[in-house]
């Protein structure tokens, strides 16, 4: 069930390589950078050929709008471009069901698997659900006794 | 075209955007919605599409940034923050579908009890629009200094709200000599962009780095996949308990009247509400994930639909931030004089398109989420790096910038991100304190120095 670094970095120096943390998420700065710059020049260059070609095809009135538009594209593209440049450098582990018991997490929750068990028993509602889910016997092993 | 078929069409493209940038976790709603926002406008849709797009893209990315949320334990956005820690419950009992799906369903009820109560609570509060308007200036400069006080920066963020106004006002006025035009989109793209820019300039200070320097990459841990129901579409109302249904009902219903707080301390206080009244860490946390995600939503659009139907004038933290673009996009909008979907819409197209979009979002975003929320996770992950997400945003926001005012708009915007964020991220002055001393500038300065 486990497969560990799903996504690794390839670069010579995989193991000093630094990363800078922006919006929460860790970037390589000098691919951050470059993919900074491609955009901009494709997305105000799509707008600077859009403002060329379309006063020759287009009402006057459109020509801004149209021109918008193609430097949406083309900031798109460069989306698409920046994607399969720079991969992502996220480490991606795809975590087991649970490694610790049921009985455990519930205590580190500072809850009481009994107490737990009860409360779901008795509702008839959640006991339903949980049932539903599956898992009635796990919460039962955990607090039924 | 009719504006029937292009809102349906607007509302589609919203809808499928924003389920799609909704599995990106940790994106800033402002930074986001308001470049697309703008786009929409500036391109000429109608006023009734543009309201559709809004409200698909709304209701879409709330959706989808329940992914992130419940399967990897990080917050989509700001909004889902207070939802982190009943996720997480959940998520190490082996249960990230069932927060996953408690929220969906609970944010899907909020919205629906959300858009009829706001639009009815907005004609109601439209009598008072008058004084609203005639005294617009002094209720921003009032509302900025009370939002300020509520920042995370508290006093420092009351004591820069005059130095801030002086400086919008300066660059303004230059920008203005230079181009003759009251450049406004270029300010709002700046305060959006704040945080995001900051830290990229903070990664090029050699001197300041290392406060975002980290050795490793952001590991993610993801959990296994476990689908329990049938069908493409399940009811949400079969997915809740009656009792959480309710609950989520009231809860929404009550903070679609609250337009005037923040969204996240609303569902916060919400949260805790229901969580009181429930017991054992199965109920509670479901019951909470439920109703927070109704109440994100409902405060959402209720902040939307308020501000804009009855007074015309952006009086809500979510009108100053995300849905700024509605009530101010020059040429097309403006809000001094009012001239915005205010005067566009009736209430009854308010309803109507606000529905369109609400459903469109339902259809797609809904079962996407239910259904195909890990492989998509899974793709956005491997496929799609920060580097170039962050990269789009910068490069759409010169693109606007550029639009609207050439070589003087880029300018202004990466000028006012650098001031804005920096404040922002250093001395805690929040993005809709920025907003508001924005908007109030223009009374505050004349009122003391008589500018």
Redesign the interface.
Known sequence: ?KTEA??R?KTASSTS?????????????S??????I???V???GC?FLGKAIFPAIASEK?V??YS??L??G???V??VI??RF?????????????SEG?EE??L??Q?DPK??YD??KN?P??RK??E????LET?KRSGGK | MSVLMISILLALAGAVLFTLIGLV????ETAIMVPFTL?VI???APPEAVFSFFMAAVLSKHLTHAIPTALMG?PGDTTAVPLIDHAS?LR????PH?ALRKMLSGGLIGAFIALPTAVLFGQFLGQFADFFKASSGLIFTLAAILIAYFSKGKWVSVLMIIPFAFFIKSIGTYSFSLTEKNLSISFFLGIAIG??FS??LI??SSSA?KS?????????????E?K?WKGFFPNPFRVL???QTAHTAATSFVSSLTFAFSPVGMTSLMGEIVSSRN?????KSTSSLATMNGVTESTYIAETVIPLLAFGIPLSPVALGPASPLFNAPPVFTSDPVNNLHNMLTPWDFFLYGLIGLLIATVIAYPFAMNYARTAT?FV????????????F???V???A??EAQLVGVMLTLIMATVGGLLNRVLGVSSGVQFMVFYGSTYMMAKLLGA
């Open positions: 069930m799903v996504v970095e390589q630094e990363y800078i943390e922006i919006l929460g998420d860790t970037v390589v700065p691919r951050l950078l470059l993919s900074v491609i955009s901009i494709a997305s105000l707008y459109m801004p709008s918008l538009l430097g949406i083309g900031s798109l460069a989306l920046n994607a720079f991969t992502p450098s996220r480490v991606l582990t795809e975590a087991e069901t649970s049921f997490i519930l580190d929750l809850a107490e737990e409360l779901i509702d509602v959640t659900e949980v539903e889910l599956g898992i919460i | 976790s940790g994106t800033d786009l500036l391109l000429g990080v419950a190490r009992l082996g249960l069932v945080p995001m830290d990229i990664s090029l780095r975002l320097v980290r050795s490793q990459a952001k590991e993610y841990h993801l959990a296994p476990n329990s308990t009656a009792r017991k054992g860490v199965y109920k899974v992950m491997k496929h799609i790096s920060q580097e170039a997400i962050v990269g789009m910068i490069g759409l010169c693109l606007l550029f639009h």
